[in-house]
C-alpha cells in the first residue's frame, strides 16, 4: 500500500522529494483556491528556475491487476513562451518509464490557468516494485512558478479481489441471518 497518500501526517513520511534549490515539496492545507480531495492535507511542490524539476517518489509493490490512483491539479503561474509541465509518471524496477497516467503544460491550458483536480489511474499488468514520481517541471525561466499538487494516492486491488471479497462478506451476513450458530 501507499505510505501517507493523502500527506495526512502534515509532512511528507513516506516519500523522497528532489528539491532544487528554490523548490519546495510539503503538505499543506490549502493553495490559492485548493482545498483537499479527501482530509486536511494534500502535497504541494514547487520549482524555480529555467530547467529545473521537483520530484516526489514513493516505491510500491503491485500485483497484477492492481491500480494506483490519485488526485492532480496544475497551477500554471506562467505564460507562453514558458511551457512550465507537471506529471505523474510510474516506473518499473529497473528504472525504465511504464506510464504517464497525468500531465498537464502552460501550452494546453493556457496562460496563468488552475486545472481542476483530476482523477487519474493506471493498472499493473505484470507484479512488481513500482516507483510512483510527482513532478513540476520549470521551461526556460525563473519569473514565474507553477506548482502541482496531488491528494487521495491510493492502491486499489484488482476487480476479481473485490468481488471475492464482497462475496464473502455477503455469505457471512447470510449465515448469520438464517441464525446459525457454530457452537458446539
Do not use: M
Amino acid at each position: 500500500d501507499i505510505i501517507n497518500g493523502g500527506f495526512e501526517t502534515g509532512n511528507l513520511t513516506g516519500w523522497t522529494a528532489d528539491t532544487p534549490a528554490g523548490g519546495s515539496a510539503s503538505a499543506v492545507t490549502s493553495h490559492g483556491s485548493y482545498s483537499p480531495v479527501e482530509g486536511n492535507y494534500f502535497l504541494e511542490i514547487k520549482t524555480d528556475g529555467p530547467g529545473s524539476a521537483t520530484k516526489v517518489r514513493q516505491g510500491i509493490y503491485l500485483s497484477a491487476g492492481y491500480a494506483l490512483s490519485g488526485w492532480a491539479a496544475f497551477d500554471s503561474n506562467d505564460y507562453l513562451p514558458f511551457n512550465d509541465y507537471a506529471w505523474v509518471k510510474i516506473y518499473d524496477s529497473l528504472n525504465n518509464l511504464v506510464a504517464t497516467p497525468w500531465y498537464e503544460d502552460v501550452a494546453s491550458n493556457g496562460n496563468f490557468v488552475d486545472t481542476p483536480w483530476t482523477l487519474w489511474s493506471w493498472t499493473a499488468s505484470v507484479s512488481d516494485t513500482y516507483t510512483l514520481k510527482f513532478g513540476i517541471d520549470n521551461a526556460l525561466d525563473s519569473i514565474g512558478d507553477s506548482y502541482a499538487l496531488f491528494d487521495a494516492n491510493t492502491v486499489i486491488p484488482e476487480p476479481g479481489t473485490i468481488i471475492l471479497f464482497g462475496s464473502g462478506l455477503i455469505g457471512l451476513c447470510g449465515f448469520k441471518r438464517k441464525g446459525y450458530n457454530f457452537k458446539k
